[in-house]
Structures are given as C-alpha cells and as structure tokens.
T-cell receptor
Framework: GQGVEQPDNLMSVEGTFARVNCTYS??????LSWYQQREGHAPVFLSY????GLKDSGHFSTFLSRSNGYSYLLLTELQIKDSASYLC??????????FGTGTKLQVVP | EAAVTQSPRNKVTVTGGNVTLSCRQT?????MYWYRQDTGHGLRLIHY???????QIGDVPDGYKATRTTQEDFFLLLELASPSQTSLYFC????????????FGPGTRLTVL
C-alpha cells in the first residue's frame, strides 16, 4: 500500500545535530517536501527534494534515496527554538501530497 | 507572501449540527486544500480544488462536502456533524498542478459534543 512513515519523537542536544527520518511507499514518485510545525501553529514549508542525494540549505539539509523510499531532514547547530514537529510529505503521480504523522523534535540544553 | 485565512478559529457544535468552515487565500493560487489533523494520524486530505466550481476528493472525504465559490474562497461543510469529526482543520493553497510548497492557514479547532 501507500504510506509515509516517521518516528514519533526525537531528542537532541543544543549545539549538535538532529536527523529526522522519513520512509515512504508510493505507486509513483513526484517529489518530497519537508515542513516545520510549531506547537499550536500551522505547518511551514522548509524544503523540497526530487533528485537523489544531499541538498545542503545551511541550517536545514535534506537527503533523498528514491530506490530505498527514504529521506531525512538534517538540522545542524541545533537551537532550542528548533523544537517543533517536522512533517514529511510525498507526492505520488496524483496531484496532492500525502503527509506522514510527523516527528516531534525536542532540543535540550 | 501568500496569505491564507480561516474562520472561525474555534467552533463548538453538537452532534447532528450543521457547520461551515471558511478559507480565503489572497495570492491567486489555483489549488486549495482542506485537511484535518489528529494525533496519531497527522494531516489527512479531505477535499481539494483546482479552481472555482471544481472539487476533488482526498483521502478522507466521508461526512464532508466542500465548495469553491471563487478562486479565493473554499468552504468545508459538515451537514450532520459527529464527534468523530472533532479535529483541527487546516486550509492550504498552492500554485499550479504539481506545486510542492503549500501555504497553510492558521487552523480551525472544531469540537463536536
């Protein structure tokens, strides 16, 4: 079947890094997006990947492996304010994205 | 920057009640979406539209109707609300087909007693 899977929770230390994983299975693949959602707020777009490899965007980087149905969002030099939920959304051959349940990242001092 | 607004922000109704959630976007986007967000399920697409008068079903359309009256306005209708429809509802918009970046409204929290 089709699905987008993410771990529920992740904890990392301020100043280090965090890797948020996303695995998916779809009937086709037309790109994967990452969103940040702070508690009580709407999701905000972060990044989009459609080609394999690492896409470095500074504080946020994304990796994609289409053959493995896998992506991750890498946050470096973590700050307390990076604490939020991170949502992965996959677009198949249709016209809309399917979201994972999100990973709640807690950054601790 | 795209602006998406929703009203009301909070709504309480009773089982069997009639509810309309409103969404307006001011960036001339073609696509608009209605999602519900629940713990353990994440964001699930209810309906979407690619223009005035158009409606497409998403993954969880049962119990919901929607109508796109103009390019700016998209409404979600619950004609016989049930407690299972208690949720946080988000509207979003995006540019043409295949757009990967969606702009979300602030959400409407609906409680059905």
């Amino acid at each position: 079947g089709q699905g987008v899977e993410q771990p529920d929770n992740l904890m990392s230390v301020e100043g280090t890094f965090a890797r948020v994983n996303c695995t998916y299975s779809t009937s086709g693949f037309n790109g994967l997006s990452w969103y940040q959602q702070r508690e009580g707020h709407a999701p905000v777009f972060l990044s989009y990947v459609v080609l394999d490899g690492l896409k470095d965007s500074g504080h946020f980087s994304t990796f994609l492996s289409r053959s493995n149905g896998y992506s991750y969002l890498l946050l470096t030099e973590l700050q307390i304010k990076d604490s939020a939920s991170y949502l992965c959304a996959v677009r198949d051959l249709g016209t809309y994205q399917r979201f994972g349940t999100g990973t709640k990242l807690q950054v601790v001092p | 920057e795209a602006a998406v607004t929703q009203s009301p922000r909070n709504k309480v109704t009773v089982t069997g009640g009639n509810v309309t959630l409103s969404c307006r976007q001011t960036n001339s986007h073609n696509y608009m979406y209605w999602y519900r967000q629940d713990t353990g399920h994440g964001l699930r697409l209810i309906h979407y539209s690619y223009g005035a008068g158009n409606l497409q079903i998403g993954d969880v359309p049962d119990g919901y109707k929607a109508t796109r009256t103009t390019q700016e306005d998209f409404f979600l209708l619950l004609e016989l609300a049930s407690p299972s429809q208690t949720s946080l509802y988000f509207c979003a918009s995006s540019e043409g087909q295949g757009a990967y970046e969606q702009y979300f409204g602030p959400g409407t929290r609906l409680t059905v007693l």
